[in-house]
């Protein structure tokens, strides 16, 4: 019986074909949304990570609390002690030391005058140790304007705009205006020896990147850091794993009394992300709730449109002998094979879409004026749930559609039906 | 004969609402058919052979009376068994013939056995016999827009034969087909009238029809103005 049905729906392409590609484009829609979400979500976080958050970061209580103000005079004291605890203590994660600061850059003409001065924001890493991977963490080789990486505790890496902005060049003197670790006022020159781009407005308008080394001598924060951060060794976010770190952490380091003592914050408790990743989560549940939605009328519309045409087939089937719930029964099943039938072709194409954006579409002329930390190329994310995600809405909207559309058959008297077959 | 009873019709009321009121269809009829009758309901147009053929094949119910068709009375009946009694003892056939265009030949004779779940080889004996009753076995692939009026009629006669049904309905089952055609599907209804003593009940004002009917009732006004046996 079933497979006469649908030998039956096989042969009758306005039953079949059309709603199979009614669903199939939807759940490419789907699918490519999702992945797509996946992807900037997924840069977004790295990026993140790599450049602000960690996938947990230490700091101190006080620290913390005024992140905002680039506070290095609550910055973490004898943090080579902390660090070795921690790396004996979680041997797998990668730690690294951070100095995030403000201050003024000065360009020099060549007597020695001020030729042009500006405000930046830096970060200071272990560049020169060679085993901390920040360069590669950093992409600097990539992003690399001008010049090259710094191989001294004084050279600097500039913003390639905050470079032009100032008019120096690769090789020029610069001095770095701040306040150290106790409040004096800190004067240190610096060598350009490099520019970079990263693509991101927020880094790009006025960035530097120091070695640790230069900046903990510059703002005399011998011994201390802002920041550790930590990173899980397959490079990946695991929000579950960094949330239960962290608290294991702290439940040891933490001590309400000194405002002084290291925190653990995972990444999705700073910068706002918070917020963020569980928007993405309604987002995405959102999408699909809003294209079972829509694909269920196209398809219940087109499923009214094939009821009238085969209202002479159901009167028949009644005259025959076949009950209502079994006609109905069999409507469904036929949905259930178009949503899967349109479900696949539709994730086929889906996958395909997004394997062809996974290379990236540019941006960044949007994102000129914007603050947040993303990257100007938004990248699509093929993630194990795309290739099963657009089943949901495809065969819901289909069995849904085609619900709705088959209760005109237990609405009208059989007779009603049959009456319709003698026009 | 009250033995052979097949068809018991007793003061039948059919009405419609219409409007405001009611129209109607059918005025007190009281009829009875016998096993292995050849007979026609006949009259104009609006006289209410549909109507009245309709609620013995238990696709539309009395207003009022009682209705009883192979032992199934329609006072208890509900949609259940209203079509179990279509799909176990009732065969039918229309002006319109309603073949399922996108089956085979094959396939619309075959469906009836599908739903009575009959076991694969006894089906397709079956399929093929019926196939062979109408004169059709060479067309048995060709899918119904391929085929004549006449054909198609003659499909839709072995779909309504092909479960050895009681009782065949045959609304207008010429109005569609030219005069050697509507001889020919009678010729062929009447043989099997004749060999598998299957009743068979005609709803027809069509001369040709007429004519091979043994029994004839007529309707005027949704009432019986004459009811005679041809011998
Ligand atoms: N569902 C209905 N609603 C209202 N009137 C109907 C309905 N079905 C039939 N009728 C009326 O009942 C009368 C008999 O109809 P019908 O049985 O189809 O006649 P016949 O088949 O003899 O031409 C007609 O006047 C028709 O208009
Ligand atoms: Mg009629």
Known sequence: ??????????????????????????????????????????????????????????????????????PNDLALLESDELLGKIKDQYPGMMWVERIQFGGLVDAPDENGETKEQGPGGGMAVDLLSGKSGEAERLNLERSLVRGALPAGSFEILLSDDFARKLDVQVGDPVTLIGSTMFGAMSITNFTVCGTVRFGSAVLDRGGIIADISGIRSAFDMTGATGEILGFFPDGYYDDEAAGKLSSEFNETYSDPQDEYAPVMVPLREQNNLTGYLDLVGYMKSFIIIIFVIAMSIVLWNSGLLGGLRRYGEMGLRLAIGEEKPHIYRSLITEAVFIGLAGSVAGTAIGLLFSYWMTKGIDISGMLSNSTMMMQGVMKAEIVPAAYYIGFIPGVLATVLGTALAGIGIYKRQTAQLFKELQV | MENNTIIKIENLVKQFPVGGGTFTALNGISLSFGKGEFSGIVGPSGSGKTTLLNIIGS??????????????????????????????????????????????????????????????SERRKAVLDAIEWV??????????????????????????????????????????????????????????????????????????????????????????VSDESVK
């Not at chain 1, 306005?14 to 979400?37: D, T």
């Not at chain 2, 259940?80 to 176990?88: D, F």
């Not at chain 2, 198609?152 to 072995?158: H, K």
């Not at chain 2, 027809?204 to 007429?210: L, N």
């Open chain 1, 1 to 70: 019986m079933l497979s006469f049905y649908l030998k039956g729906l096989l042969r009758d392409r306005s039953r079949s074909l059309m709603p199979i590609i009614v669903v199939a484009i939807g759940v490419a829609l789907v699918v490519l949304i999702q992945c797509w979400i996946t992807g900037v979500l997924g840069d977004m976080i790295d990026f993140n990570a790599n450049f602000s958050t960690g996938h947990v970061k230490i700091m101190s209580r006080t620290y913390y609390e005024n992140i905002d103000q680039l």
């Open chain 2, 59 to 120: 696709l539309d119910s009395p207003t009022k009376g009682e209705v009883t068709v192979m032992g199934t009375g329609s006072g208890g009946m509900n949609a259940k068994t209203a079509s179990q009694l279509r799909k176990n003892h009732i065969g039918f056939i229309f002006q319109t013939y309603n073949l399922m265009s996108v089956y085979t030949v094959y396939e619309n004779v075959e469906f009836p056995l599908l739903l009575l779940k009959m076991p694969a």
């Open chain 2, 135 to 224: 004169g059709l076995t060479d067309k048995i692939k060709s899918r119904p827009p391929q085929l004549s009026g006449g054909e198609s009629q003659r499909v839709a006669i072995a779909r309504a034969m092909v479960k050895r049904p009681g009782l065949v309905l045959a609304d207008e089952p010429t109005a569609n087909l030219d005069a050697a055609n509507s001889h020919h599907i009678l010729q062929t209804m009447e043989t099997l009238n004749k060999e598998l003593k299957t009743t068979f009940l005609f709803a027809t004002h069509d001369d040709k029809v007429i004519r091979y009917l043994k029994r004839i009732v007529t309707l005027a006004d949704g009432k019986v």
